[in-house]
C-alpha cells in the first residue's frame, strides 16, 4: 500500500500549534495599612459590645470581619465568643478549634473549647480540650460543668473537680 494512501485518522499533524493560555484571573485583594489597625479596633468594639450584653451589636460589628479576615486567629476567637454567647456551641467549637491549635495557651480560647464541647455533650472532646491549660481554675470549673451535664460525662470525676 502507497504511503500517500494512508489517511490519519486522528489528524494531529493538522492542528494549528496552541496558543497562549489565558491567566486572567482576579486580583487577591491584599490588605492595606489601614486593615492592621482597623480588624483589631473592630474586634474591641465587638468585645465591648459583648461586654455590655448587646449580642446584636457584637454579631453585626464580628461578621464582616469574619467574611474578609476569617483565617485570622485574632478574628475567629472573638467571633467565637460571639456565637458561643449567642447561643451556637456548634460554630463556636468550630471557630475556637482552629485558635487553639494557634494559640495553645490562651485562656479564653481553653474556656470556650471545653464550654463549648461541654454545651454540646462532649465530654471527651471537653476533656482533650481541658489539657491545654489543666491548672487553670476556669477551664477546671468548665471541665467540671461538662462532666457533670455531658450524657457521657464521669459524674464522679466532675464532684471531685469541683470539691478541689
Known sequence: M?????????ATVDKPPPGPFPVDKPRVPLASISDIWRVPLAVWRARRSLDAG???????????LLERFGTVTLVRKAAAEVLYA????????????PAARKLP???????????????L???????????LLPNDVDVRLALAWSELVAIGGDRTAGAQLVAD
Open 2 to 10: 502507497p504511503a500517500c494512501l494512508w489517511i490519519n485518522p486522528v
Open 54 to 64: 448587646d449580642l446584636a451589636g457584637a454579631a453585626a460589628r464580628v461578621r464582616p
Open 86 to 97: 449567642a447561643g451556637d456551641p456548634l460554630s463556636a467549637a468550630s471557630l475556637f478549634e
Open 105 to 119: 495557651r490562651d485562656r479564653a480560647v481553653a474556656i470556650g473549647l471545653v464550654a463549648s464541647y461541654a454545651a
Open 121 to 131: 455533650n462532649r465530654a471527651g472532646d471537653a476533656r482533650r480540650s481541658a489539657a
